[in-house]
């Protein structure tokens, strides 16, 4: 059974930055897909970031909403994943959900992803 466990959200001024961590336990895969997606207060859930290891190659994809201020990292050996947001605005307030797959035909697709996080608040002030 893999368990994510997110850390690093909070409340910060818009302008801001925030840097959230996912750290997933069990085995290692050089084939591995780690994501973030974000449900805002009466919103569905959203694409925001992923992450694939595919051997020797590493793929990121972003939503267009946050190309430019975040950034996706991570590293595969420790099945950790980071999301550096960077010029935080209110609309970005959102409780963001960590998530990892295997396999993971579309990475900006909820359903396929196998395993989640609790999530963590993300709350950006005006």
């Known amino acids: 059974q893999v368990q994510l466990v997110e850390s690093g959200g909070g409340l910060v001024q818009a302008g801001g930055s925030l840097r959230l961590s996912c750290a997933a336990s069990?085995?290692?895969?050089?084939?591995?897909?780690m994501g973030w997606f974000r449900r805002a207060p009466g919103k569905e859930r959203e694409f925001v970031a992923t992450i694939t290891w595919s051997g020797r190659r590493t793929f990121y994809f972003y939503a267009d909403s946050v190309k430019g201020r975040f950034t996706i990292s991570g590293d595969n050996a420790k099945n950790t994943v980071y999301l550096q947001m960077n010029s935080l605005k209110p609309e970005d307030t959102a409780v963001y959900y960590c998530a990892s797959s295997l396999t993971v035909f579309d990475p900006t697709v909820a359903g396929y992803y196998f395993y989640w996080g609790q999530g963590t608040q993300v709350t950006v002030s005006s």
């Open positions: 069990g085995r290692t895969s050089s084939s591995l897909t």
